[in-house]
């Protein structure tokens, strides 16, 4: 807690308190009794606290999926003078994906990281979509954005009226400052604001770069374990909640940074926005670190689909097929004999948007490097590349249990064919010879026997 004054943002403390659970009905208060007891609006709250509520959901939703909060705040959100476009507004983010701003290509595409900025650059400065699809005006859609940032938000604080964000650092500590309380995210740990929620990102770091996943229309979930039992995969008590946390301050001109479709809005107050003393409901950010993941893999024969690796899905009405799902290539042990052990040649009708946090991909030799990314869109082969296979094979049948160690690999998977924006595709981060490292695959087929010279028909034996 921070009482009236007029001092910037406090350091944030060594070691951050958190509530554990997935999707709880969470109680918390900075202040004993800031609370209100048997119901959530009454007349006069608390130590003079304003009762608002926060819907994720409609109110009507059913009861399994409604999501809410109430927060009791110094002043309610509404104080704030009038929402005006930014100025200068940000140009490269999309949340309606069409022809004017987007290309289609069933290309496979490739970024190498981007560098970090040399200007001072904030997270919501630093942050520009990659490709999605749909709509965050007729809720259902996603959209891909990467950051690179190296300066703290000051006096502002940012939220997304479009969709959550799942953000992935993968360089550089997050420290977010919410209305809900405070968390510190690191590389290799997964943070997710839920549509609405205003924050603020501190770099304690300087560098910072990342993923975000922008869904629209729905929230994360757990996925469900079916055969694999009640426990695995992603626990529900490593997600950890922020507890209460406010400041008190008057800071002359804050402003209130509101994403609402795709275009940057932006609000004064004379307050900070994290004046939240005490809060309940399950409509809050939570944070999971990637390394508690337990995860399941084929003991015996033939490599398992990725979706066994899924941490969070967000659902489509269509049971199974996921508007996004979150899904990661944690370090495992290979046991598979007589098996082809790196993913599989494939094509998908759902889209993969892949990024790397750290260390290499099993499917890719080189090229796919940390804070890159790569799209194997709709129907587009892909698989590993030409080094991966031909190692695999020359080590055959011998490859005894291996473990893969050191790395963190993740995918975006949707079923909605995204586009991707101009400056993605133009970016001079995009690996233009990306199929180069398929194109040298070779034909080991020995049934050339079979085939007549002249007709290259198959011979009847
Ligand atoms: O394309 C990829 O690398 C992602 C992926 C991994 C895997 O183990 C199986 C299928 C798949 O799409
Ligand atoms: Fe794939």
């Given at each position: 807690m921070e009482s009236k004054s007029t001092a910037a943002q406090p350091a944030f403390p060594a070691v951050l308190d958190y509530q554990?659970?997935?999707?709880?009905?969470?109680?918390?208060?900075?202040?004993?009794?800031?609370?209100?007891?048997?119901?959530?609006?009454?007349?006069?709250?608390?130590?003079?606290?304003?009762?608002?509520q926060i819907s994720g959901t409609s109110f009507t939703s059913p009861r399994k999926h409604n999501q809410r909060s109430w927060l009791y705040r110094v002043k309610p959100s509404v104080t704030h003078e009038p929402f005006r476009p930014r100025i200068p507004n940000h140009v490269k983010l999309v949340s309606e994906f069409n022809q004017s701003n987007s290309a289609a290509t069933p290309t496979q595409l490739r970024w190498r990281p981007a560098e970090i900025p040399e200007t001072p650059t904030d997270f919501v400065d630093g942050l520009y979509t990659?490709?999605?699809?749909?709509?965050?005006?007729?809720?259902?859609?996603?959209?891909?954005?990467?950051?690179?940032?190296?300066?703290?938000?000051?006096?502002?604080?940012?939220?997304?009226?479009?969709?959550?964000?799942?953000?992935?650092?993968?360089?550089?500590?997050?420290?977010?400052?919410?209305?809900?309380?405070?968390?510190?995210?690191?590389?290799?740990?997964?943070?997710?604001?839920?549509?609405?929620?205003?924050?603020?990102?501190?770099?304690?770091?300087?560098?910072?770069?990342?993923?975000?996943?922008?869904?629209?229309?729905?929230?994360?979930?757990?996925?469900?374990?079916?055969?694999?039992?009640?426990?695995?995969?992603?626990?529900?008590?490593?997600?950890?909640?922020?507890?209460?946390?406010?400041?008190?301050?008057?800071?002359?001109?804050?402003?209130?940074?509101?994403?609402?479709?795709g275009e940057l809005f932006t609000a004064k107050q004379d307050f900070s926005p994290f004046n939240v003393v005490a809060w309940h409901g399950n409509y809050a950010p939570y944070k999971y670190d990637l390394s508690k993941f337990c995860p399941y893999n084929t003991v015996l024969i033939d490599h398992g689909d990725p979706s066994i690796n899924t941490v969070l899905t967000a659902p489509t009405d269509r049971p199974g097929v996921a508007l996004l799902d979150f899904v990661i290539f944690p370090p495992r042990?290979?046991?598979?004999?007589?098996?082809?052990?790196?993913?599989?040649?494939?094509?998908?009708?759902?889209?993969?948007?892949?990024?790397?946090?750290?260390?290499?991909?099993?499917?890719?030799?080189?090229?796919?490097?940390?804070?890159?990314?790569?799209?194997?869109?709709?129907?587009?082969?892909?698989?590993?590349?030409?080094?991966?296979?031909?190692?695999?094979?020359?080590?055959?049948?011998?490859?005894?249990?291996?473990?893969?160690?050191?790395?963190?690999?993740?995918?975006?998977e949707s079923c909605l064919m995204p586009r991707v924006c101009p400056w993605a595709l133009e970016s001079p981060y995009m690996d233009h010879d990306y199929y180069q490292c398929w194109i040298g695959l070779k034909s080991h087929f020995t049934g050339d026997e079979y085939i007549s010279e002249d007709s290259q028909d198959v011979k009847k034996k």
């Open positions: 554990s659970g997935f999707g709880n009905d969470f109680s918390t208060e900075a202040i004993p009794g800031a609370l209100p007891r048997g119901q959530n609006s009454p007349l006069v709250c608390p130590y003079g606290l304003y009762a608002e990659v490709c999605g699809a749909g709509s965050s005006y007729l809720r259902h859609g996603f959209a891909i954005h990467m950051y690179s940032a190296n300066k703290s938000m000051k006096d502002c604080a940012f939220c997304s009226a479009d969709g959550d964000f799942l953000i992935v650092p993968q360089e550089g500590r997050l420290r977010i400052t919410t209305e809900c309380g405070r968390l510190e995210v690191s590389p290799g740990e997964i943070v997710v604001i839920p549509q609405g929620l205003r924050f603020a990102v501190d770099l304690p770091d300087g560098p910072s770069r990342g993923y975000v996943a922008e869904i629209f229309g729905t929230h994360f979930q757990l996925p469900d374990l079916g055969p694999i039992g009640a426990n695995g995969l992603a626990a529900s008590r490593d997600f950890l909640v922020p507890v209460a946390w406010f400041e008190d301050i008057s800071i002359p001109g804050y402003t209130v940074v509101q994403k609402f479709g042990w290979l046991v598979a004999e007589h098996t082809f052990r790196p993913p599989y040649y494939h094509r998908n009708c759902m889209s993969e948007f892949m990024g790397l946090i750290y260390g290499g991909y099993e499917a890719k030799a080189d090229g796919f490097l940390p804070g890159g990314a790569s799209l194997h869109s709709c129907m587009t082969p892909h698989g590993p590349d030409t080094k991966t296979y031909e190692a695999t094979i020359a080590l055959g049948n011998e490859a005894g249990p291996k473990r893969i160690s050191d790395t963190m690999a993740f995918m975006f």
